[in-house]
């Protein structure tokens, strides 16, 4: 191979200037390289080099054999999760797009909505006529500053209201000193909790909510790590939390650590057989019926 520092094949040095022949699978290394190469030499060589390969196995020493069966092994193991993680990845950036079409698409032409007025007319005995114009049961002053609101807030209301969000009343959860990045509301309906950037998540009471709309618990799951997922379980009393770490927890419904997943292990070649997340967490759903 006109290596300087030597070459070997399964672990076996070769002599300069000596020809020493090449079958499928055969692993070689260069010097003290930690890089290994597996000889592919294409399907007709493999079929016409069968009897060749197995004549020069039973010349090796069986040590020999299984350790390049092993080198090949866990390189054909490590081909296939680098093509699984590829497809994974061209899914989700599929995915992605979809989305971000979809949103563009809601938010280019946002409907619009224009109060429809009833005129009515009615003459007392007097023969004077006194004229009462009414929206749908209101004063037309009254129609015309909600048609004033709605012109000057960008289409902000036309929208909520396209999407059958209610807008008649509205109250500012004031508390994060950061973006929030996370809403989950429990199933009841009774209960909310929240994550933001500055790591924390709070929890909020609708039935014990005073007017100060405070919190009722705050905790910092992992210090340090933004909290980018949130979700009840479908009872209710379990609260999934996806920091940006690898260790998602799960939560009781005061806020109490039950749960915390560990740490996997990534120097596995099959990410598969490892129990937790090897990378940061960026989301967390529960499951809507277990």
Known sequence: FGSAQGASVNGRPLKAGVAHPLAQGDVVKFGQSTRLYTVDL???????????????????????????????????????????????????????????AMTASMLADP????????????????????GAETTAGRPKRAAAQDAQLYAGSAGMEERARSMGLPVS???AMVGHAKAVLAVAIDPSGGRMATGSLDGKVKLWDFGGMDKSHKAFKELEPQAGYSILGLSWSPSGD???????????????????????????????ADAAHTKGHTHPVTGGQWHPSE
């Open 238 to 268: 379990r609260l999934l939390v996806a920091p940006s770490s690898v260790h998602p927890a799960v939560l009781d419904r005061e806020g109490n650590e039950l749960v915390r997943f560990v740490r996997g292990d990534m120097y596995l």
């Open 169 to 171: 009343h509205e109250v």
């Open 42 to 100: 294409g399907q007709e060589a493999v079929s016409g080099s069968q009897a060749e390969e197995e004549e020069l196995r039973a010349q090796l020493p069986s040590g020999f054999s299984a350790k390049a069966d092993a080198r090949r092994e866990a390189v054909h193991s490590a081909k296939a999760v680098g093509q699984a993680a590829a497809a994974n990845d061209d899914n989700r950036r599929t995915r992605e797009a979809e989305i971000a």
């Open 111 to 130: 409907p619009t909505w224009t109060p429809a007025e009833t005129k009515a007319e009615t003459n007392d005995q007097g023969g004077q006529g006194r």
